[in-house]
């Protein structure tokens, strides 16, 4: 039985992580190891208070610790705008840069014939709901500018079409970039460049 079982359990672990392949994993968990008192331990204990207590916002999808996330519950931000984004990295990317003011609704991922993915497999349907019983006056299209980001917001408009003022992020975002990996400032620029769909 090797006497490193459990270290080598946690460099697999870690290696499933984005961005983290097997050597990268290795040098980390040997960092973490050095680092004992100062990281690991304190890294371990929160990693396993969030698997206790993380868990999604019933209304919007963001994730938090309590059923609805402090992005719905504050009033200072029911005015009336929403942004519909693909997944809780956008939501991040878009808080990080401090632009919007409103709420958000996130889908879980995009339209896709290929992955049999419908409107029902995403939070389309929760979405209809949102904009008719909690007065939305603009739906921001805040989707990543691939194929798939663009036939979702396609479909979306379509459904919202004559209902509320329907806007999509405009200059800075490049076609097939992704939100996550956009700077604050390019962030910006799109959601005050916005355009009517």
Not at 70 to 95: H, P, Q, T, Y
């Amino acid at each position: 039985m090797s006497s490193t079982r459990d270290i080598d359990a946690l460099i697999e672990l870690m290696a499933k992580l984005p961005g983290l392949g097997p050597r990268s994993a290795r040098r980390a968990v040997l960092h973490l190891i050095r680092k004992r008192a100062l990281l690991l331990t304190p890294l371990a204990d929160t990693m396993q208070q969030v698997a206790a207590t993380a868990r999604e916002c019933l209304n919007c999808g963001n994730v938090g610790t309590s059923d609805i996330c402090d992005i719905c519950e504050s009033e200072k931000r029911a005015n009336g705008e929403l942004c519909v984004v693909e997944d809780v990295a956008d939501l991040w990317a878009m808080e990080r840069s401090g632009v919007f003011k409103g709420r958000y609704h996130i889908l879980g991922g995009t339209l896709s014939a290929l992955d049999a993915i419908g409107p029902q497999e995403l939070r389309i349907p929760r979405l209809l709901d949102r904009v008719q019983s909690e007065g939305i006056t603009e739906v921001i299209l805040a989707l990543n500018a691939t194929i798939d980001g663009q036939t979702t917001a396609h479909y979306i408009a379509d459904q919202l079409d004559g209902q509320v003022k329907l806007t999509s992020l405009a200059q800075g975002v490049p076609i097939g970039g992704e939100l996550d990996y956009l700077d604050d400032g390019t962030i910006t620029a799109a959601m005050r460049a916005r355009k009517n769909i």
